[in-house]
């Protein structure tokens, strides 16, 4: 029992140390545990800081309005070399004014732990005061034991740069409207998609009627804004998903879905067609500007975009070529026309290299004396194919093509080489009537085309006779006296055809320097028998000679239509009572002969 304490005591020492053993290993994994997160922490600050460092977008972080940290990348955005350049300045130095309050708004949202998804359309200030466009993002962080803001921002001016670029490839500068590259791209996409769907689309061809007139006598500044004006009109015609396109010139097209909303295709071009017929003010005049609209369907008239848009394009001149703006949708009688038009103008071709073409000439006869005192030169077309090709039929394709140009200043040559011929033959030869037309005229060397035909053949100018019609003359009435003026100087003859068809302004027509006015012979068919073609007659008969001209009626063909235009005091007849156009060796015998009116 005496050693009852000891053994007490060595069990409470064996328990101490125990104990003490305990804690000192559990004191060791403790700080082992508290090492090693203060080591993850370390590695994990050193990644982050590393990831911040090396990322790609600029980061920056501000306390108080200065800057307290920025990475690599900041530092270039904002033009700087090292950090010391930027440390401690206020961030606010790196936006512009205008967008400081913007910015200042999302800041003291960031700064209430609200995170805030990407904003576009901001620009920040480099160093050397360029602007550069940037997303921008931001977010509350506790750095350095203050609390901070923390901004991302990614350039985003070579994407925006890429997309002026494509958007430039695709769109019109001018209007702002889509181009030809971009209507076809979608066009193809919405004909997959049509295809796929079982529905239709339609293509709009939009032709202005006026734009040429407006842009010639205001100038193109004018003509420009117009385009302008008829681009923000299409707009807002148009239902979202449609494309509207400016092909160039007045050419406008637009993309219209059919599977849509309750507006039809032709309902939308009827609805573009009023529009453009409202009054515009240009450059403090105001204009009325119309259009013809020629409308294609998918699948029906075509299944490619290229097709689609020539049958829209074929519907739009059928529209235009009928003289009233309005809505054309295409049909497959245009393409036959269209066809048969082409193979004209190729025949057209091929008639002025073959010299196909051939002159007559019909008399014209002094009413007083009955005496042959001139003839008109009339284009025949011999083709070896089609047979004599009626004027009618090839006259206005030639016209529209230009062709007329190279088949009038044949036309010159060859009746100044005829009457050459007949000169030196000893035929008593009159003046010779050439008609002109509108594209002839409107070339700037005409005076001087007429002049080489004369000199080359040594033709007196007072045998020829140039005959433009009404409309002609008074498109550029200035222009047209002056040109006119030339002639006469030159010894040529003028004369207005077609009198009464066209509009007239007779302070210009006292002006033109011409010897004769032509009654149309829709006039002169009606003479006998309409009172109203009478009394026209009679008008331009007074007019002619009150301005001191020769009236010449066309078209005579009865004994009545004479008399009533001897007695009304007209001074010259041509048409089928004297004699029909004859071919040129007949021409040629009935200027030998003399035959007389009154014989």
Known sequence: ???????????????????????????????????????????????????????????????EGRLTFLNQAALRLFGATCQEQLLG?????????????????????ELNKVHQGPRSGLQLLRLDGTLVEVEFYGCSIRFNNRD????????????????????????????????????????????????????????????????????????????????????DVLRSCVRDGDVVARLGGDEFVLLLDSSTGQLTPAMLAERISERLAEPVMLAGQQHIITGSIGLSVYPDDGQHPEELLRQADIAMYHCKGQRCSGVQFFTKDMQRRLDARL????????????????????????????????????????????????????????????????????????????????????????????NIAASQFARHDFDTTVEDALGKHGLDPGLLELELTESLSMEDPKGSIALMQRLRAIGINMAIDD??????????????????????????????????????????????????????????????????????????????????????????????KRPCLHC
């Open 148 to 231: 901070s803001v923390m901004h991302a921002a990614h350039d985003v001016t070579e994407r925006l740069q890429q997309v002026a670029i494509r958007h430039r490839a695709t769109h019109d500068e001018l209007t702002g409207l889509a181009n030809r590259a971009y209507l076809l791209e979608r066009l193809g996409e919405e004909i997959d998609k049509a295809r796929c769907a079982g529905t239709s689309l339609a293509v709009a061809f939009v032709d202005l009627d006026k734009f040429k007139q407006i842009n010639d006598t205001r100038g193109h500044a004018v003509g420009d804004e117009l385009l302008r004006v008829v681009a």
């Open 343 to 434: 193979t004209m103008e190729q025949g057209l071709l091929r008639a002025l290299k073959r010299e196909e073409f051939v002159l007559h000439f019909q008399p014209q006869v002094d009413l007083r004396s009955g005496a042959i005192i001139g003839l008109e030169a009339l284009l025949r077309w011999q083709s070896p194919d089609l047979g004599l090709v009626p004027p009618m039929e090839f006259i206005p394709v030639a016209e529209e093509t230009k062709l007329i140009v190279d088949i009038g200043k044949w036309v010159l040559e060859k009746t100044c080489a005829t009457l050459r011929e007949w000169q030196d033959a000893g035929v008593p030869v009159v003046r010779v009537a050439v």
């Open 89 to 109: 300045t206020p961030a606010m130095d790196r936006v512009p004014e205008q967008f400081r309050s913007t910015v200042d708004a999302w800041t003291s949202i």
């Open 1 to 63: 029992m005496e050693n009852a304490p000891y053994a007490i005591a060595t069990r409470t020492l064996q328990r101490e140390r125990a104990a003490r053993k305990e804690a000192e290993s559990l004191l060791e994994q403790k700080s082992r545990e508290l090492y090693e997160k203060n080591q993850f922490l370390q590695e994990s600050e050193l990644r982050y800081r590393n990831l911040v460092e090396l990322a790609p977008d600029a980061i920056w972080i501000h306390s």
């Open 499 to 592: 009198f009464g068809t066209g509009y007239s302004n007779l302070s210009y027509l006292k002006r033109f320097p011409v010897d004769r006015l032509k009654i149309d012979k829709s006039f002169t068919s009606g003479l006998a028998t309409n009172s109203e073609d009478h009394a026209i007659v009679t008008a331009v008969i007074s007019l002619a000679h009150s301005l001191g001209l020769k009236a010449i009626a066309e078209g005579v063909e009865t004994e009545d239509q004479l008399q009533l235009l001897r007695a009304e005091g007209c001074d010259e007849i041509q048409g089928y009572y004297f004699s029909k156009p004859l071919p040129e060796a007949a021409a040629r015998e009935m200027l030998l």
